[in-house]
């Protein structure tokens, strides 16, 4: 969201630096066109986050008569995890040099948001198998 003095642009059209991932991308999501939208009303106000819009970005979508959710972007992803994988649900992680940079579903309901902090803390992987390790003990009857 750097471009001409004075324009703000958010959503599919907007092309920015993400400091979470250090690289440019572009998200066409509704949940990215929301919260991008924030930033980009707070910036001419000067109550935006200098750091930039860092994101995670998230979607869901029903394809077919399946959930699909994912959170944060598995570009250079080099390794992945599958985290649950229970009848037609199925969590998996993506992470890259041992940090956690995507969380993906099928059918997972709330369990790929409840990820959203870890991934934007890239958080080590270590982590991310203790949370699942809780969560599936919290579960157990
Ligand atoms: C078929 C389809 C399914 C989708 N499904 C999902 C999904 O399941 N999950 C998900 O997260 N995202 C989904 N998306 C993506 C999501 O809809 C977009 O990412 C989101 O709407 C982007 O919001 P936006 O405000 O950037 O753009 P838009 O919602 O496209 O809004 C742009 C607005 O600008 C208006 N406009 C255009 N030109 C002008 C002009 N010259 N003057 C004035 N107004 C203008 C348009 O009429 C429009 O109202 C889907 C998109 C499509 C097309």
Known sequence: MTGA??????????NWY??????????????????????????????????????????????????????GSTAGYDEIEILVRDGEKLLVAYARHGRLICVAGLHAGTAVMSYRCLVSAQATMDTVRAKEHETAEAVRP
């Open 18 to 71: 993400n400091p979470l991932y250090e690289r440019f991308m572009r998200v066409e999501h509704w949940t990215n066109a929301i919260e991008q939208g924030t930033y980009a009303a707070r910036r001419p106000l000067g109550t935006h986050d200098p750091d930039g819009f860092a994101s995670a970005p998230y979607f869901w979508s029903d394809q077919y008569g399946m959930l699909l959710q994912s959170v």
């Open 5 to 14: 003095a004075g324009v703000v642009a958010a959503g599919d059209a907007a």
